[in-house]
């Protein structure tokens, strides 16, 4: 017995090695069951990962690497395992903006020979996990489902986000956040957030900032969604009541912006009668959660003014942007925190791209923003594509996080592609109300001439 111990005590696959690895081996069955399940039906597969979008915390996970120190989220998982499932994908066209995501993969890898390798990899980990990931599934997606049916499955889950919004802010209780994980991730996203006294709205996001812009994302898809108009319409106006309880000004912001574009210039999707109903939506929104509103910022004092400028101040660090590469700027302290300058945090995903993959990267990132701007005005995007321009405010004051970062490129993916396709004369049916022709009068039975009666 005592020759035996030092051998356990030695063995590798002891304590929580054993445990990593049981839960790897369970993951990979788990995964390989569902594919041969969502091999079989592209729907499902697409609203299963919506559901795992909105309903999965972003801490729920797995560890991957030598020592576990690298991170794949489940919305993450789940969009690669979807994304074989749908292939193959007929009719796929390589596109421009297939160009720029290749692009900017190329430059991340580029960075990994810059001065601050250790720093561009997690950044191109970061890349590939979230914005590539995302931008693949939703690249696929509408060549196997109809964009149509994927909008309807996300108005409907945000619609239930929304609802759950409503039971954390006014039963003051997050039901996710009791969904414990021992990682960083629940340490960093695990609590709720507060503005002026009062609890903001978090959802299964991780965050009030991410919860709103996501939401603001599905107004826009909710639009063009297969729904009656009314039904649509309380979807919206659900959605938008929502993103006023995460007291997140961007958030309310994109939400007003993706609704507006959508009134004004969606193609087909919206009639006169729906842009008259939608109006009414905002302005009864707006005069419902003003005082509310209001109220929370005015007691929340400095606090929204602070990080306003704090976000003014990171245009300073667009100086230390190089060509291609990690900034100059940018250190590691000894808890692995990267920063850059003075700044722990980067608080606009147009900045952190220039300083993370270089200033060409970035203009490559603007470049394709003012082209769906022009198609925005001139009412040739889709309504993918209108949900992308109406987050541009976003993208320069705030940094994409947890699921928000995952859905929005997807949501790119999916305006990619939608571009290229024209709706069905059935698709087309189901979002704009079609006038019947008119019955044509059968003809008159001919006169029988006077002659041929008086024979007859």
């Known amino acids: 017995m005592t020759a035996a111990a030092p051998l356990i005590a030695a063995s590798p696959l002891s304590g929580p090695a054993v445990d990593r690895t049981l839960v790897s081996v369970a993951g990979v069955a788990v995964a390989v069951a569902a594919f041969i399940v969502l091999r079989r039906m592209p729907r499902t597969a697409v609203g299963v990962w919506i559901a795992v979008l909105c309903f999965v915390p972003v801490w729920i996970g797995l560890g991957i690497g030598f020592n576990g120190n690298y991170y794949l989220p489940a919305v993450t998982g789940m969009a690669l395992l979807a994304t074989v499932a749908l292939l193959p994908a007929h009719g796929f066209r390589f596109g421009a903006m297939d160009g720029l995501v290749a692009l900017l993969i190329v430059f991340a890898l580029a960075s990994l020979i810059t001065e601050n390798a250790s720093i561009a990899l997690g950044f191109a980990f970061s890349l590939f996990t979230y914005f590539v ?9 509408p060549l196997r489902v109809e964009p149509t049916w994927i909008y309807g499955a996300i108005a409907v889950a945000f619609s239930v986000v929304s609802l759950l919004v409503l039971l954390e802010f006014f039963a003051h209780w997050n039901p996710f956040v009791d969904i414990k994980a021992a990682n960083s991730m629940y340490t960093t996203w695990g609590t709720i957030q507060e503005r002026g006294g009062v609890a903001r709205s978090e959802g ?15 107004i826009p898809l909710t639009l063009a969604a297969r729904f009656p108009l009314l039904v649509r319409a309380g979807m919206v106006l659900l959605m938008m009541f929502a993103t006023v309880l995460t007291f997140s000004r961007i958030g309310m912001v994109g939400a007003v912006l993706g609704l507006l574009l959508s009134i004004l210039f969606m193609r087909d999707a919206i009639s006169r009668r729906a842009r008259i109903v939608l109006t009414s939506a905002i302005v009864v929104v707006a005069a419902v959660v003003f005082p509310l ?14 990080s306003a400028d704090y976000r003014g101040d990171l245009t300073s660090l667009i100086g230390s942007m190089n060509v291609v590469g990690v900034a100059d700027s940018a250190e590691r302290n000894s808890t692995g925190q990267v920063y850059f300058g003075n700044f722990r945090s980067i608080d606009s995903q147009l900045i952190l791209t220039g300083l993370s993959s270089g200033a060409l990267a970035l203009a490559l990132v603007v470049v394709a923003l003012l082209v769906g701007i022009v198609l925005v005005v001139t009412r040739r995007a889709t309504p993918a594509t209108i949900a992308v ?6 993208l320069a004051t705030v940094a994409l996080i947890t699921q928000y970062s995952i859905f929005l490129w997807v949501v790119v993916g999916l305006a990619a592609s939608t571009q290229h396709l024209r709706p069905t004369a059935t698709e087309t049916s189901l979002l704009v109300p079609q006038r019947l022709p008119r019955p044509v009068a059968a003809p008159a039975p001919a006169a029988v001439p006077l002659r041929e009666r008086s024979a007859r």
């Open 133 to 141: 990931a995302g931008y693949i599934f939703g690249r696929v997606a």
């Open 293 to 306: 509103v209001t109220t929370v910022f005015d007691d929340a004092g400095s606090e929204a003014t602070g």
């Open 389 to 394: 321009v109406a987050q541009i405010p976003a």
């Open 204 to 218: 299964a996001f991780g965050h009030s900032i991410a919860l709103g812009s996501s939401l603001a994302i599905a």
